[in-house]
């Protein structure tokens, strides 16, 4: 049989490092399937639950591996279902190339059954680069294009091929006029400022007599070069969500992280600094950066329009995190006067001493932070930690105290349901001797988890170490917007939209071949944890856990606190327990 398009596209994926495809069939890309049973010596086909979930693990497979991520969907739903995962990966920077079916060439602008105009649908997910390949000679720059331009800009391609194409036999280019004859291979840049722009950079944090340090997603790979800056100027560091393993947690002078899922040291580092030096971060809340006109600023960012967006930078810099820092530390002074960073570390130690306490505050039937903080010092090294956006992120943020070697992520940007369990199944395709562990709610759970257990259940077997651990908020509520209801809008609990039914998480693990474990008091969580990272497959936590322990922000404005006592006075069916868990944690 001669090479038909599909396989082509396949073998040029393949040239490109490409080893495994995360998706789900359909008959708009039949061609493609085929093509797959032909290459499997070369590919791992991933079949999900839901295109979502395949888009979800693409974009995990980019931010645990540092590769790109490739899904693959069918015609119109297939494509559709794609969409709120690709725009995860797009709002989180990560480079995610879709593939995607498309009717046959001659119905297009028939109104045919599952006809839908894919360009436009995928012009704001894919903007930097979405095509229909309308001919054979086109998949080769199709493909090196795709690929390229993903990794260039951390950002979602999307490669359009229609059902009849992908039968086609392949074409390559001739050597003629309007033929374009594309290669492979991408070398990234080496981006540093120029020496007078760090010579200046150098000078505002020289001049700083109390420096606080921002670090996002984009100071991943310069923990050695944070660490060095921060003992250089007697700083503290404080941590986007996005960036919650670019330095450890156990450092003294690690705030942790900042915003409304913040720590009070975060806070205040912020509230008190005079210099702020951010690294690799979009952090959006102006509210929890330094009032303007406070601290003089220097940024470091790779992408120049992200350069003084968040707060009137003094000195911007373009480039690469670690290369710059260890480009700027030679020209800093050591600073001697360190009464800064020794009030710093006090307040960080204090901070986790509170936050002990706190886990341990009695709940009915178990406080959700004791959860995460139980788990805190037995996950192994290495593992790979994710949340789901909920409450699940609030205590992800402050109640788990990350090692060096972790990786942690979650849908940091777009905060979207769902991604925990498809992160951390993907996460251990890219690294299956580490063990990983997904923290959701039940809320989440019932959206798209239980059918990504089903994923889970399918493909363990393969994996080197067969540990992954689900650990579910069990409160029957969709507790995070209950207590924005009260927080930021003033209204009571809506029972009729924030209740959930009840399920059988643990029983459902254990009918699909994974373990499961129902937790009902605080002296099970332990235990549970024990059993959960020392099984022998994938296993479940069913954690019934108190839906009215509030995750209070680090600060907490006259407008949250008058909007949440009018919740309570107009009458939150939950109003009694509520105040009772609020003054625990008001006045740990």
Known sequence: MSQTTADYMLSRLSEWGVRRIYGYPGDGINGILGALDRALDNFEFVQVRHEEEAAFMACAHSKFSGEVGVCMATSGPGAVH?????????????????IIGQKERGTIGGSYQQEIDLLSLFKDVAHEYVHMCSAPVQMRHLIDRAMRIAKAERCVTCVIVPNDVQDLPAEQPAHEHGTLHSGTGFVPLRLVPHQDDLACAAKVLNAGQR??????????????????????????????????????????????????LGTRPSWELMR??????????????????????????????????MLSVRYPMDVNLVGDAAETLRALIPLLTPKSERSWRNDI???????????????????????????????????PDGAIITADSGTAANWFARALKLRRGMMASLSGTLATMCPA????????????????????????????????????????????????????????????????????????????????????????????????????????????WDRALNADRPCVIDAVVDPNVPAL??????????????????GDPEAAKIVRQSFKQAFA
């Open 272 to 305: 008190d600094c005079d210099t702020l030096l951010m690294v690799g971060s979009g952090f959006p809340y102006s509210e929890f950066l330094p009032k303007e006109g406070q601290a003089r600023g220097v940024q470091i960012d790779v992408d120049p329009r």
């Open 82 to 98: 794609l969409l709120n995962g690709l725009y995860d990966a797009k709002l989180d920077h990560q480079s995610v190339v879709a």
């Open 553 to 570: 922000p680090p600060h907490i404005t006259y407008e949250q606190a008058k909007n949440y006592l009018t919740a309570v006075i107009k």
């Open 211 to 260: 420096v606080a340090i921002l670090v996002g997603a984009g100071a991943l790979g310069a923990t050695d070069e944070v660490i060095e800056i921060a003992e250089v100027l007697g700083a503290g560091v404080a941590k986007a969500l996005l960036g919650r393993t670019a330095v450890p947690d156990d450092l003294p002078f690690v705030t942790g992280q900042i915003g409304l």
């Open 421 to 528: 369990i498809p992160y951390a199944t993907a996460a251990k395709f890219c690294h299956s001797d580490r063990v990983a562990v997904a923290f959701v709610g039940d809320g989440a759970m019932q959206m798209l988890g239980l059918n990504s257990l089903i994923t889970i259940a399918k493909y363990w077997k393969r994996w080197q170490d067969p540990r992954l651990v689900v650990a579910v908020l069990n409160n029957r509520d969709l507790n995070q917007v209950t207590w924005e209801l009260r927080a930021l809008g003033g209204f009571p609990k809506v029972e009729e939209t924030q209740n959930l039914p009840d399920f059988a998480y643990a029983e459902f693990a254990r009918m699909l071949g994974l373990d499961g474990i129902r937790v009902e008091s605080p002296d099970e969580i332990g235990p549970a």
């Open 345 to 379: 570390e006090k307040k960080v130690e204090n901070w986790w001493e509170e936050e002990r306490d706190r886990a341990h505050f009695e709940a009915e039937p178990i406080n959700p932070e004791r959860l995460f903080w139980e788990a805190s010092p037995r996950l």
